[in-house]
């Protein structure tokens, strides 16, 4: 059934609507709570399952040996997640993906909004620049990985260059100044996201307040932090959970930056894990780890999500009182 | 839309966020962050391979024909319709499940709400090196189950994208629908409107700037993804972001790597979703006016 | 806002379609020997050098299948090693997938482990025309021991060096070295003037233990023995220092290749930057004869006898390659067995592999077809080093052991590009990569 089916029918069963003298009170108003059936079915399989059987596969000892007859695979409780712990790169794969993924999260937030902001009201080529700011988001991350190696190589363009006013910067893709190569790739490659999100916030800005600041008579900066401000607190407090998480998650750009097996300074947790199970066949101690990552993850989310009360956010219209 | 904006001069002033000389020192910092490397590109593109393997920045050598060869060599249009197909059909599904899911999560209150709430944002915490096993055999099982084709179709990719794109887009709808008073649609309730109409009348025309950035990042989701594409799909089923690493990472054992075509199929790919973009972006202004209230 | 709506309507009906279009495809039934409508699908590695021929080849083995069987072959193509493994994988685990792979030599000892590969019984052989068909050299990775093999060798890929004839002739140098030693000497000679003796690529994923697995086996440790690791073994440790000394302290490597892969080892050679490129199979003959030195390189086998060493070690063997190639497996879980070894005997037979060697440029496998080449001259090196292939260990763990070899070079990459070989680091690096090889082999069944 296609979109217009769906609203065509909709439309003869509310023709219908009025002949019954059901007007409900609006306290007492239906909750279409069927509306949720069609992404809770979809979460429940294609996440919440597979999830589980990750959870189960984290408890086997399963590898090449085993992957065959994996229901069979021999039971090892929780052998997996002390070798992950104690006997593994785990820990130092975590710092190293948390560290990454906060100081990226830090410097695009500014970015984007400041983006955001500065491509608001309308000008002269808008359109393009909008849409040239969205061009590092739109290339694949294999891509992004492979521009940036080039550039990054040893005799690349950027120590060329860098070379002709007489830095000679060394290694990028390996050593200690890999992991900031990192960072400084995945911020050219995921501001936009915080940008796209901000520009959302700011769409539902009432034109009126600008009118009303504007005969209020208030400068830029006290426009944007008590007016503006508001409206780009949950757009943008959303934004950095998902830039973080997207971050910490982050697979395909360093494995394509720095191929496997990935020198130590750039052994984040994606590629520790994928490493341990594609390449080296330990898919429980593999799923343990990657478990690990995710307690360890989700937590601190859920403390921020608690501390900026982005779920339980107040209501518009009090916002706006206050404004 | 924009001629009516550019029409009223003094609104526009009025609608200013950054004083001018800000706004262009931003506009043009950003442009040269993101422009420089998106250059290199598109001069590599029409690099010969040598000269981007000796580092050249101004190719010395002009080969255009790469955006010729791209298309045997990299299968590169195959790789396009069925990324059109599947990210867009994940983007208009997804949008759709978003904004009733996230209607019903803003507006009605129920037990339970919260831990949704929360646990979509969770979900995102999933890393994908850890589902892709356990994705696969789940399609696997299914399809031996009901006795049907799942691997190597695109509805795989299509469920897979809708399913993982969905939690983000329902809480940019969430966020969204906040900012929307809640007056408008009680006022349509209050005339006996149907849940269902009060959703497609009232919440989506409003809605559309949020809507359009939910469909936005499932779209990209899709479109990006490789993880799960690889080995999800058939070559008659690739997405074109598989055909590119395909492409990029086959020149193991002997050949100079094709940059220049790899670069050339790149910015190609680029260019429907920014085309995309452009066509869409319309939607992106201008607050609540702009969706038809008046 | 109508039209808006009636696009959208008209958008998402196209792309419900679009999706649809696609429906089941692959998979019939049934196990008779009449192939008619059904399905074949192989795996096997994507030829970005000759990418026209490989589609081409896929549509012509497929006719070809058909007329003889009425059943239709087809190729999915994997991009990468890691491709591969995660094919292998997820179809492994699932019990659904190609019917078969062409696997990479190395990886046959891992397919085995999995026990989802076909063991080949005597009936099997003889099905797809005899195990005396082959090359008796190519069946050496083929399985732990005779009676138990997976491996149908399918081709042949050894690896030889391509060294520049003019560079060497300048140089007074009338034919590459047999002894690691003595081409790092020749190195020496021929680096000067912005040209380096050697072209190594030190980030490619693979190339490195290669050449750590070839000088450890020269100096008479094979690396894995009786579930025992001997990586920390002297003999390979002198691997490493002589292998990373070449940039660090010898210097006769671009220093630039700390980032390259064997791709960009391959174009600095065909540029003329370096006299010698090893660790090429003669796959890169394609490339080199577009390039600037076409015509003025050949190819010969690489050194033989170890680093520090006058003639091969004790128990040492003279290897010149690793045995590389194409292995073709047979998934368990396959309907059609039958037609699976019949089309694996097309594959391999005489004029198939004259026609996939004439195309690919890679070596046949079938005994008679490879007895036609070995009179060639322009292949004479690469025959010769393909019947001194060995073997590399078959064990389970081998994927595991040959990743941690390969960590040890990754981890060296900042020090030997600032020109350090700093033995108690590489020693450290060396010890991990045993006990990672250790508990790997402790693991294996």
């Known amino acids: 059934m296609t979109g217009t089916e769906v609203v065509r029918r909709s439309e003869q069963t509310d023709r219908r609507a009025p002949d019954k003298p059901s007007r409900r009170s609006i306290t007492q108003r239906q909750r279409p709570l069927w509306m949720l059936a069609p992404g809770g079915v979809l979460v429940l399989v294609v996440i919440v399952i597979p999830l589980l059987l990750a959870l189960w596969i984290s408890l086997l000892d399963l590898d090449q040996y085993s992957i065959r007859e994996w229901i069979h695979a021999p039971f090892l409780g929780v052998k997996n997640y002390v070798e992950a712990v104690t006997d593994s790169d785990l820990l130092h794969s975590v710092w190293l993906s948390v560290f990454y993924a906060v100081l990226v999260t830090v410097v695009t937030t500014p970015i984007g909004i400041v983006a955001a902001l500065a491509t608001q009201q309308a000008f002269r080529g808008r359109g393009l620049i909008r849409s040239v700011f969205l061009i590092p988001y739109v290339l694949p991350a294999f891509v992004v990985g492979t521009i940036w190696r080039i550039i990054l190589q040893p005799d690349g363009v950027a120590n060329r260059t860098l070379g002709h006013v007489g830095i000679h910067p060394g290694l990028w893709l390996n050593g200690p100044k890999s992991f900031w190569t990192l960072v400084l790739i995945q911020i050219w490659a995921s501001w936009p996201l915080i940008y796209l999100l901000a520009l959302s916030g700011l769409q539902a800005v009432d034109p009126q307040v600008h009118e009303a600041a504007a005969l209020d008579g208030a400068d830029w900066w006290s426009k944007l932090w008590h007016i503006i401000g508001p409206y780009l607190r949950g757009p943008v407090a959303l934004a950095m959970v998902i830039a973080f998480l997207h971050n910490v998650n982050n697979f395909t750009l360093p494995f394509v930056l720095f191929g496997v097996p990935a020198p130590d300074d750039v052994e984040v947790l994606p590629v520790l894990t994928y490493v341990e199970s594609f390449q080296n066949f330990r898919f429980g101690l593999s799923a343990a780890m990657a478990v690990c990552s995710l307690v360890l993850v989700a937590i601190p989310i859920i403390v921020y999500l608690r501390a900026v009360r982005l779920d339980t956010a107040d209501d518009p219209d009090t916002r706006r009182r206050e404004a | 839309m924009s001629g009516r904006q550019r029409g009223s001069g003094m609104s526009n002033e009025v609608n200013r966020l950054l004083p001018r000389p800000l706004q262009v020192a931003v506009l043009v910092l950003l442009l040269a962050f993101v422009g420089g490397p998106v250059l290199y590109m598109v001069l590599a593109s029409i690099n010969s391979d040598l000269g981007v393997a000796a580092g050249e920045f101004w190719p010395r050598q002009l080969d255009p024909a790469n955006y010729v060869r791209i298309w045997s060599t990299v299968d590169l249009g195959k790789g396009l319709v069925n990324s059109i197909v599947v990210a867009g059909a994940t983007a208009l599904a997804c949008g759709l499940a978003s904004v009733s899911t996230a209607y019903v999560l803003v507006r009605h209150a129920f037990l339970g709400r919260l831990t949704i709430l929360r646990g979509l944002l969770a979900l995102q915490s999933i890393p994908g090196t850890l589902m892709l096993l356990p994705v696969f055999v789940l399609f696997a099982s299914l399809a031996n189950i009901l006795e049907i084709t799942v691997i190597g179709t695109r509805w795989a990719l299509f469920i897979t994208y809708l399913t993982f794109a969905l939690p983000f887009s329902t809480w940019i709808m969430v966020t969204y629908l906040r900012g929307l008073p809640r007056e408008l649609d009680e006022a349509a309730r209050v005339d006996g409107a149907s849940s269902w109409r009060i959703l497609t009348r009232v919440v989506v025309p409003l809605s559309w700037p949020g809507l359009v950035v939910a469909c936005i990042f499932a779209f990209l989701l899709g479109w990006n993804d490789v993880l799960f594409a690889s080995v999800l799909t058939n070559p008659d089923t690739r997405t074109a972001a598989v055909s590119l690493q395909v492409f990029g990472t086959s020149q193991e054992g002997g050949a100079i790597p094709l940059y220049g075509q790899l670069m050339a199929a790149a910015l190609v790919c680029a260019v429907p979703v920014v085309a995309l973009y452009l066509a869409f972006q319309r939607y992106l202004v201008g607050g609540l006016t702009a969706g038809g209230v008046k | ?445």
């Open chain 3, 1 to 445: 806002m109508r039209v808006t709506r009636t696009l959208a309507g008209l958008g998402t009906a196209l792309l419900l379609a679009g999706i649809a279009a696609c429906g089941g495809s692959s998979n019939g039934g049934g196990d008779a020997t009449n192939g008619a409508g059904k399905t074949i699908n192989v795996l096997i590695g994507v030829n970005n050098i000759y990418p026209d021929q490989q589609r081409k080849w896929f549509t012509d083995v497929s006719d070809a299948f058909k007329k003889d069987t009425g059943a239709t072959v087809h190729f999915d193509t994997f991009a990468s090693a890691n491709d591969e493994l995660t094919k292998i994988q997820t179809s492994v685990l699932s019990g659904q997938g190609p019917d078969i792979y062409a696997l990479g030599t190395t990886f046959t000892p891992t397919a085995y482990a999995t026990k989802a590969f076909v063991e080949l019984t005597a009936d099997d052989w003889n099905a797809i025309g005899g195990r005396d068909r082959f090359v008796p050299a190519t069946l050496g990775i083929s399985g732990p021991d005779k009676s138990h093999e997976v491996g149908i060798p399918f081709a042949s890929r050894p690896f030889v060096m391509a060294y520049n004839k003019d560079m060497l002739a300048a140089a007074g140098i009338d034919k590459p070295a047999d002894s690691w030693d003595g081409l790092l000497e020749q190195a020496k000679k021929l680096t000067g003037g912005g040209k380096y003796g050697l072209a190594i690529g030190y980030a490619d994923s693979f190339d490195p233990w290669k050449f750590i697995w070839a000088m450890s086996v020269q100096a008479g440790n094979p690396l894995v023995k009786d579930k025992k690791a001997a990586l920390s073994d002297p003999s390979t440790v002198k691997a490493y220092q002589t292998y990373l000394g070449w940039l660090a302290t010898d210097k006769v490597v671009d220093p630039a290749s700390v980032g390259w892969k064997n791709a960009q080892a391959v174009a600095a050679f065909g540029q003329g930057k370096a006299a010698f490129l090893p660790m090429v199979s003669a796959s890169s003959k394609v490339t080199l004869d577009k390039s600037s030195v076409a015509g003025k390189y050949d190819y010969v086998t690489m050194p033989t006898i170890p680093p520090g060493m006058t003639s091969l070690g004790p128990g040492g063997v003279a290897a010149t390659s690793i045995l590389s190639g194409d292995n073709l497996v047979v998934a368990k879980y396959t309907k059609n067995k039958a037609l699976v070894l019949r089309l694996i005997k097309y594959l391999t037979s005489a004029e198939q592999q004259d026609s996939y060697y004439k195309t690919f440029g890679e070596l046949p496998t079938n005994a008679e077809e490879a007895k036609k080449l070995q009179s060639d001259p322009a292949l004479s090196a690469i025959v010769e080093s393909a019947s001194k292939s060995v073997g590399t260990p078959f064990n389970g763990a081998w994927s595991q052991i040959q990743l941690a070899l390969v960590d040890v070079v990754v981890q060296s990459i900042p020090s030997i590009s600032k020109g350090q070989l700093n033995e108690a680091a590489l020693n450290g690096l060396v010890q991990k990569a045993q006990s990672t090889a250790q508990s790997a082999l402790d693991k294996a069944k």
